[in-house]
T-cell receptor, first 113, second 116 residues
Framework: EAQVTQNPRYLITVTGKKLTVTCSQN?????MSWYRQDPGLGLRQIYY???????DKGDVPEGYKVSRKEKRNFPLILESPSPNQTSLYFC????????????FGPGTRLTVL | GNSVTQMEGPVTLSEEAFLTINCTYT??????LFWYVQYPGEGLQLLLK?????DKGSNKGFEATYRKETTSFHLEKGSVQVSDSAVYFC???????????????FGQGTILTVHP
């Protein structure tokens, strides 16, 4: 089954404790992206990657890091989480052109205390 | 920069009522337009899309027409069902290069609740 998977689905942590949210897709998509969803703001892009070893900032990259060492994986790293990073996070992937459908993972709900 | 504005929600309707969710956009270049739907506890799924002016996207009884003259992409359905209760997001994507390449810019989302 074609899908995007994220882990963990739920996470409660404390300020300053490094964490990684994993994302994997099995569709051989070149393009992958991370979004955060906050009430009243829709989804905002954090980082994206156009292919292996090619990443760039989205609209809200502060406090986040990413890497793309393999085509299927695109982990999101929070080196020192803060309460304002409490949010619902989505990973997405897409084949090629920008007018193609993006496939979204199920989401990771992160709470930083 | 690019932006998408959706009508304020939430929207509450009775089953079989007519649905319109307004969406307008500003963009450089020639965007593709999308409607995504998010059911409770799930990720977003593509509902429909249109890639050029006057195109009509349709799926599951929903329709939206790409209107370049009014920069709009309103979502409509003639008869909603309880199972349509979800959050609906209008979005656009452009082929512009640089940091905006392929990024989906989302509206704030509209919560739809349909009662029996």
């Amino acid at each position: 089954e074609a899908q995007v998977t994220q882990n963990p689905r739920y996470l409660i942590t404390v300020t300053g404790k490094k964490l990684t949210v994993t994302c994997s897709q099995n569709m051989n998509h070149e393009y992958m992206s991370w979004y955060r969803q906050d009430p009243g703001l829709g989804l905002r892009q954090i980082y994206y990657s156009m292919n292996v070893e090619v990443t760039d900032k989205g609209d809200v990259p502060e406090g986040y890091k990413v890497s793309r060492k393999e085509k299927r994986n695109f982990p999101l790293i929070l080196e020192s989480p803060s309460p304002n990073q409490t949010s619902l996070y989505f990973c997405a992937s897409r084949r090629g052109q920008s007018n193609n459908e993006q496939f979204f993972g199920p989401g990771t709900r992160l709470t930083v205390l | 920069g690019n932006s998408v504005t959706q009508m304020e929600g939430p929207v509450t309707l009775s089953e079989e009522a007519f649905l319109t969710i307004n969406c307008t956009y500003t963009a450089t270049g020639y965007p593709s337009l999308f409607w995504y739907v998010q059911y409770p506890g799930e990720g977003l799924q593509l509902l429909l899309k249109a890639t050029k002016a006057d195109d009509k996207g349709s799926n599951k009884g929903f329709e939206a027409t790409y209107r370049k003259e009014t920069t709009s992409f309103h979502l409509e359905k003639g008869s909603v069902q309880v199972s349509d209760s979800a959050v609906y997001f209008c979005a656009l994507s452009t082929n512009a290069g640089g940091t905006s390449y392929g990024k989906l810019t989302f509206g704030q989302g509209t919560i739809l609740t349909v009662h029996p």
